[in-house]
């Protein structure tokens, strides 16, 4: 079984970071270990949420770990709270990110335009450095702008899409796939870059006119569950994209109306299936 190491932080209430991987990796068939950068009591989105940093357990854990010879066949990180915390995730690449560990990075930070609560200009820098030691790096539009210096558009055509991903590219990650990307009317996305093959890539499918916090989250979880299964890129990207857009469906038409998040328990079963017919 593969095995994969997330390090986000856990909102216990909000359906989003690790209340999302973890059972949504595991469902793959993929053993999900965690590594709590903060406890939340919801995500940010909430008023009031309460937060304990975790910075100082986090490398106390992983050299247990090392103890115990553990290996990861992919790491992946989302949500930080720090930049302190982008070092210690440095060191946890250099210690567990062998030359067949995948380093998938969500830069979560922003969306809409604009950063969430708790980051500024500098945590975006960061990031972007960060973001140069991974295999896969998958911003939204937002965060590609923020990382890139390139202005952030509502409106856009692919010409400024390819901008972003060259600005990606020059970041250091071997693959850029940027989320969110509306290229008609209608239809949203990914659009990646492979920076080895110099290849493109996109993936379209209908736009759910809907907003939820949680779903980028969800998008990444399958798509490094999917990875590293051995799914090729494209593939493991249109599953990702197809139950997320199922996922925000189904939550839809739930007559109590979530608004924190969305109903991805209800759609696991698909998952599976999907994954099912990817490997035979
Ligand atoms: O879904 C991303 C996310 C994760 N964790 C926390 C968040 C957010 C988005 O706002 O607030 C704590």
């Not at 949504?24 to 304990?52: Q, R, W, Y």
């Not at 110099?198 to 499918?205: H, M």
């Not at 990444?220 to 999917?226: K, P, Q």
């Amino acid at each position: 079984m593969k095995r994969i190491l997330t390090i986000q932080d856990i909102s216990c209430l909000g359906k989003c970071s690790i209340t999302v991987a973890l059972p949504v990796i595991s469902a793959m068939g993929v053993e999900t270990v965690i590594l709590p950068s903060a406890v939340l009591s919801t995500h940010t989105m909430f008023e009031g949420f309460t937060v304990k940093d975790l910075t100082d357990e986090m490398l106390p854990i992983i050299r247990h770990w090392k103890s115990q010879g553990v290996t990861f066949d992919a790491i992946y990180t989302g949500y930080l709270g720090t930049t302190e915390q982008m070092d210690i995730v440095r060191e946890i690449f250099k210690e567990f990110g062998t030359g067949d560990t995948k380093i998938f990075i969500d830069p979560v930070m922003a969306d809409n335009g604009k950063l969430y609560p708790a980051f500024d200009e500098n945590y975006a820098k960061e990031n972007a450095k960060l973001c140069g030691e991974a295999d896969i790096i998958v911003p939204n539009i937002t965060e590609a702008a923020f990382m890139t210096g390139l202005p952030y558009k509502e409106e856009y055509d692919e010409a400024y899409v390819k901008e972003l991903l060259a600005g990606l590219a020059k970041l250091g990650s071997k693959v850029v796939v940027v989320t969110g990307v509306s290229l008609s009317e209608g239809k949203t996305g990914v659009y990646g870059y492979n920076t080895e093959t110099g290849e493109y890539f996109t993936y379209q499918n209908d736009r759910v006119d809907a907003a939820y916090h949680g779903t980028g989250d969800i998008f990444s979880s399958v798509s490094i569950g999917a990875l590293v299964q051995g799914i090729p890129m494209q593939k493991a990207f249109a599953i990702a994209a197809d139950y997320t857009a199922e996922t925000i469906r189904a939550t839809l038409e739930n007559p109590a109306k979530p608004w924190y998040g969305v109903d991805f328990e209800a759609t696991i079963p698909s998952l599976v299936k999907k994954l099912e017919e990817a490997r035979a």
